[in-house]
C-alpha cells in the first residue's frame, strides 16, 4: 500500500492515559501534517513538519501535545494526560511541495480517539 | 479572522439532478482552493484543486468548481449526480506559501436512487 497509514484505527482510553498515534507518510512526502476532526465539523489543522523539523503549530494544540518526525519519515503525535474533549478522529496527511500546497495532500484513514 | 464557509449542512437530490454545494472564504491574500470528498467509511480523497489560471477546474468523476475572486467563493458543481456520489464534501482553503490549510465544516450528500 503507497498510501499514508495510521496505527491504530481505534483507541479506546481512560482519562488521564496517554496515548500515542503513528503515521507513515508516502516515503517522497517531504510535508506531513496532523489535523483534527470531530463530528459535523472539518479538519481542523494541528500541526505541520517539513521532513523532521516542525514548522508550525496551531493554537489548538496545547502543552498536553507534542509531535515528532524523526528523521524525517514517519511521525507521532502523543496526548498526555487526556481528557474527554481530546475525543476526536485524528488525520494525518502528506504532500510533495515546495510552493505552498499546490498539489494538495494525502490523507490517512485517521486514528479514532475514545476518551471514558 | 479567516474561515471557509459551507452553506449547505445536509443536500438530499435524486439521482440525475443536478449539484451546485457553495463554498466561500474570508482570506485577503493569494489562494489554493481545494474540495475533497470522504465516501462513508474511507479517507478524505481530493476531488479538484485551483492554484492559478483557468477559473472553471475540472475534476474526478465529473465535478467541477469555478473560482470567483470577486465573490470569494469556490462552488462544486456537477450536472447529473449518481447514487455513488453520496459522501461529505469538504472545501479547503490555504493562503499560497501558508501551510495551515483550512477546511469549511462540510455538506453530506445524499443522492436517493
Known amino acids: 500500500d503507497t498510501g499514508v497509514s495510521q496505527d491504530p484505527r481505534h483507541k479506546i482510553t481512560k482519562r488521564g492515559q496517554n496515548v500515542t498515534f503513528r503515521c507513515d507518510p508516502i516515503?517522497?512526502?517531504?510535508?506531513l501534517y496532523w489535523y483534527r476532526q470531530t463530528l459535523g465539523q472539518g479538519p481542523e489543522f494541528l500541526t505541520y513538519?517539513?521532513?523532521?523539523?516542525?514548522?508550525?503549530k496551531s493554537r489548538l494544540l496545547s502543552d498536553r501535545f507534542s509531535a515528532e518526525r524523526p528523521k524525517g519519515s514517519f511521525s507521532t503525535l502523543e496526548i498526555q494526560r487526556t481528557e474527554q474533549g481530546d475525543s476526536a478522529m485524528y488525520l494525518c496527511?502528506?504532500?510533495?511541495?515546495?510552493?505552498?500546497?499546490?498539489?494538495?495532500?494525502?490523507f490517512g484513514s485517521g486514528t479514532r480517539l475514545t476518551v471514558v | 479572522a479567516q474561515s471557509v464557509s459551507q452553506h449547505n449542512h445536509h443536500v438530499i437530490l435524486s439521482e440525475a439532478a443536478s449539484l451546485e454545494l457553495g463554498c466561500n472564504y474570508s482570506?485577503?491574500?493569494?489562494?489554493?482552493l481545494f474540495w475533497y470528498v470522504q465516501y462513508p467509511g474511507q479517507h478524505l480523497q481530493l476531488l479538484l484543486k485551483?492554484?492559478?489560471?483557468?477559473?472553471l477546474v475540472k475534476g474526478i468523476k465529473g465535478f467541477e468548481a469555478e473560482f470567483i475572486k470577486s465573490k470569494f467563493s469556490f462552488n462544486l458543481r456537477k450536472p447529473s449526480v449518481q447514487w455513488s456520489d453520496t459522501a461529505e464534501y469538504f472545501c479547503?482553503?490555504?493562503?499560497?506559501?501558508?501551510?495551515?490549510?483550512?477546511f469549511g465544516a462540510g455538506t453530506r450528500l445524499t443522492v436517493k436512487p
Open positions: 496527511a502528506s504532500t510533495f511541495d515546495l510552493t505552498g500546497g499546490v498539489y494538495g495532500y494525502t
Open positions: 516515503s517522497e512526502h517531504n510535508r
Open positions: 513538519f517539513q521532513n523532521e523539523a516542525q514548522l508550525e
Open positions: 482570506y485577503g491574500g493569494t489562494v489554493n
Open positions: 485551483y492554484f492559478s489560471g483557468d477559473p
Open positions: 479547503a482553503v490555504n493562503e499560497r506559501n501558508n501551510n495551515d490549510m483550512r
